[in-house]
């Protein structure tokens, strides 16, 4: 019964989260700016889309850098990362 009534009190209010209502700290990493983002399944990394072409993926918790992706040079023109997903396990 208790699912029931969350899953009725979502479709009621969609946006009541637990979401943060503003900024509070910010992430860097070099010159990137990033155009999308998308955090695992866990909450504990993020993947971040660049407009320079990289993807950089963060550990949550410590504010770090855990990889960059990225397919060409940074002196070569590369395509913005417009979406970004997680596969179902978190590990891809």
């Known amino acids: 019964r208790a699912l029931i009534f969350a899953m009725n009190k979502q ?16 992430l860097q990493f070099g010159n990137l ?3 999308c983002c998308a955090f695992n399944r866990r909450g504990t990394l993020l993947a971040t889309g660049c407009h320079e072409g990289a993807a950089v993926l963060w550990d949550f918790d410590t504010r770090g850098v855990v990889k960059v992706l990225q ?9 913005p990362v417009v979406a970004l997903g997680w596969s179902l396990n978190g590990r891809r």
Do not use: Q, V
Request: proline letters at 7%; zero cysteines; charged letters at 45%.
């Open 11 to 26: 479709l009621l209010d969609p946006f009541e989260s637990d979401y943060p209502e503003r900024i509070e700290e910010e």
């Open 71 to 79: 397919e060409k040079e940074m002196g070569e023109t590369a395509s």
């Open 33 to 35: 700016h990033a155009r």
